[in-house]
Structure formats: C-alpha cells, structure tokens
C-alpha cells in the first residue's frame, strides 16, 4: 500500500526558506503524479504545485509561482519542495499526494493539476512563518 510521509516543517521568519519532504514507500514512485497542497483552519485546501511521473512538468500556484520550486528524485523515491522568500501567509499545514492518472486543470490564469486525482495523501507538517 503507498504510503507518503512529509518532513521538514517548521517556524521560519518571513523572508526565510524551507524545504518539505514527501517520501514515498509500498510502490514506485515513477509511476506515480505528485502534488503539494496546504490548507489553513477555515480555509479551503490550496493545491500549489504538482508535477508528473517523470518530474519535468511542474505547476504552480500564482500565490508561489517564482518561490517555490518542486522537485522528484524517482530513484530515491522523495518529492522536494523548496519554499523561498517566505511570507506569513504561507503560514498552512502541507500535505503531499499521489495520483496515478493525474488531469491538469487549466484556466486562463493558472495550470495545476486536478485534486480529485489525487488519491492518496500524506498526513501533513505545519509550516509557520511568523517574525
């Protein structure tokens, strides 16, 4: 059974940088479409960036679009996402997640993936970017 765990989270001063982890294990990660997506209490969860199987396309969110960047290492089975330039409204647990057959979502102002694709989740780690 895939399995995704997060790492990394933390408290960063605005400005600063971070970087999650999502690892994957009971499956192959090749074979699967990652997204990163964060949510806030009383909010809606955000999909903020994804990329597919073979980690050359990446997505992103307008709300991180130039400071955040995804990355896939299929042979070490982890998804990275490095988060730049951090704002206190990037304050949110993220979560990754896993998709076979994973769609993009296009509009007229941004491409991501689509959210219901996803089926498989990771249990989240708290990013809190507060001075």
């Known amino acids: 059974q895939l399995q995704l765990v997060e790492s990394g989270g933390g408290s960063v001063q605005p400005g600063g940088s971070m970087r999650l982890s999502c690892v994957v294990s009971?499956?192959?990660?090749?074979?699967?479409?990652i997204g990163w997506f964060r949510q806030t209490p009383g909010k809606e969860r955000e999909e903020i960036s994804c990329?597919?199987?073979?980690?050359?396309?990446?997505l992103y969110a307008n709300s991180v679009k130039g400071r955040f960047t995804i990355s896939k290492d299929n042979v070490n089975k982890a998804v990275y996402l490095q988060m730049d330039n951090l704002r206190p409204e990037d304050t949110a647990v993220y979560s990754c997640?896993?998709?076979?057959?994973?769609?993009?979502?296009?509009?007229?102002?941004?491409?991501?993936?689509?959210?219901?694709?996803?089926?498989?989740w990771g249990q989240g780690t708290q990013i809190t970017v507060s001075s």
């Open positions: 997640a896993a998709g076979l057959n994973v769609n993009q979502r296009v509009t007229n102002t941004e491409n991501l993936c689509v959210e219901r694709d996803f089926t498989t």
């Open positions: 009971g499956g192959t990660l090749r074979d699967y479409a």
């Open positions: 990329t597919d199987r073979t980690g050359l396309l990446k």
